[in-house]
């Protein structure tokens, strides 16, 4: 068992984070990621406040039934001065179990009367490119697959550990080079599609090469983010796998950033963006998804045209600039659109 399965299996033990946990998860607007941070943050007070959940709930309860008005506050000067202290040293840390905390009394019917203070929202430190090249040829097999299947995808971390081998099995035996998905985001209870391209059918069949090397047996339920035992793997590990492999030539790579990368190489190629919402599976509008996707032949069709945006083959993207540079030739020699295409299938 993780370190993160016992904690959120000792809040659970009691009946107000119990309570709490299930709460969250049933509005359908949190993951399991979420409900990991939360039960962290809640244990991490209770060790400051010497609480267990449920003598919080009590206490609250208690303090809400009082004559005494300040008396009836005295859970909000708590959280606040624990919520003080750790923002001096931890201010990230100090706002998610502020959020946390809020979160566990609220959904224990004893809300605080406690406003969220102003944070300053520091931008996502973009990944580029090149930085994810360069951390991908000094990566391991195992770490490849992380990187090339994210980037490729646009999935979150907590939907790619998900994938199994059965969702790609008859493309990838059948020795495809662009893959299609078909998958759910758990977290908005979407079904969509997305792809995979040349970068990680490569980075697999190198994976699965070793893997079978070592007398390990691929089967339709083998996760293609795992282990080297061929264990599923938490969204946190993928986290701190990346984290690791970037520090060791001076990069900060996270999920998150490459999800971004994706959205943002693609969008500069035009593609439109209720496509990409759909791909990184986002929740459209009725009238948008019925409207503007088109079927998903075309949408793999967009996709091949425009991978160069986000392989790090440097094969591709040689190959992407020798096909743009004819294309230019042929437009400046006279050649109309249907000629330069029909130049460009015989090339």
């Not at 039934?65 to 506050?73: A, H």
């Not at 999935?155 to 299609?180: C, H, N, P, Q």
């Not at 090469?209 to 293609?224: A, F, H, R, V, W």
């Not at 032949?297 to 096909?323: P, V």
């Amino acid at each position: 068992m993780s370190k993160a399965e016992e904690v959120i299996n000792w809040v659970r033990s009691f009946k107000s984070g119990n309570r709490w946990l299930n709460s969250v998860l049933a509005s359908g607007n949190a993951s399991e990621g979420t409900q990991r941070l939360y039960a962290s943050n809640l244990k991490l007070y209770c060790e400051l406040v010497g609480k267990n959940p449920d003598e919080l709930i009590q206490e609250r309860f208690k303090q809400l039934k009082s004559d005494n008005e300040l008396e009836k506050f005295a859970a909000e000067e708590q959280l606040q001065a624990v919520f003080i202290k750790l923002r001096n040293q931890f201010p990230g840390k100090a706002k998610n179990l502020l959020i946390a905390v809020r979160s566990f009394y609220k959904h224990n019917r004893c809300p605080l009367q406690l406003q969220m203070p102003k944070f300053i929202h520091e931008p996502w430190k973009p990944v580029t490119l090149e930085d994810l090249r360069k951390v991908y040829e000094h990566a391991d097999a195992q770490v490849k697959v992380y990187i090339a299947i994210l980037k490729d995808t646009g999935m979150s971390r907590d939907d790619a550990v998900r994938l199994r081998y059965k969702d790609i099995k008859a493309d990838f035996e059948a020795g495809k080079e662009f893959i299609t998905l078909y998958v759910v985001r758990k977290k908005e209870a979407v079904r969509y599609n997305t792809f995979l391209g040349p970068d990680s059918v490569k980075a697999l069949k190198l994976w699965f090469e070793y893997l079978q090397s070592k007398g390990k047996k691929i089967t339709d339920e083998t996760p293609l983010l795992t282990t080297r035992n061929l264990k599923p793997v938490l969204p946190d590990y993928v986290t701190l796998t990346l984290l690791r492999a970037g520090r060791k030539i001076g990069k900060h790579i996270i999920p998150h950033g490459i999800r971004k990368l994706f959205e943002t190489n693609l969008a500069l190629r035009g593609i439109h963006p209720m496509i990409l919402k759909h791909w990184m599976g986002h929740k459209l509008p009725d009238i948008e998804s019925r409207y503007i996707l088109p079927p998903v032949e075309a949408q793999l069709r967009l996709y091949m045209e425009n991978y160069d945006a986000i392989s790090i083959s440097e094969t591709i993207r040689k190959e992407k600039e020798k096909a743009n540079l004819i294309e230019q030739l042929l437009a400046e020699l006279g050649f109309d659109e249907k000629q330069r295409e029909s130049c460009g299938n015989t090339t």
